[in-house]
């Protein structure tokens, strides 16, 4: 499978706004998957794509000099971004599994109650 056919949308954008071809961005963009499948031993995967993105934003702020200032605004680092961005997620996630846990183990104790009271 050629993952490269499946470049993320907003590839053209990153590369206006870190001031590179769309050709070069491609390029990064391929250099992503091949450093993701190595690190990650497969292809496939959220742990592969979210990796590749990492590591693309990575390589094209190296490219550029790893600095913000490549934008006319200051700007975060968009491996930043992706970095709080998927920590929020995982925080989410967490609170919702907390929250589901908490009312499964308030169900059991209730069920466990009324079999006790019967």
């Excluded at 599994?97 to 019967?118: E, G, V």
Aim: charged share 20%.
């Amino acid at each position: 499978m050629n993952n490269s056919m499946n470049a993320p949308k907003i590839l053209p954008w990153i590369a206006r706004k870190a001031g590179i071809s769309d050709e070069l961005a491609l390029k990064l963009w391929r250099r992503a998957l091949s450093e993701a499948e190595f690190l990650c031993g497969k292809a496939e995967g959220s742990n592969y794509w979210g990796l590749a993105v990492e590591r693309f934003l990575a390589i094209v702020e190296d490219e550029v000099g790893g600095t913000p200032e490549y934008t006319l605004s200051p700007a975060p680092r968009l491996s930043w971004m992706w970095h709080h961005q998927s920590r929020m997620s995982l925080l989410s996630m967490m609170a919702a599994q907390n929250t589901y846990r908490y009312w499964q183990n308030t169900w059991q104790s209730m069920a466990a109650q009324k079999k006790i009271a019967a």
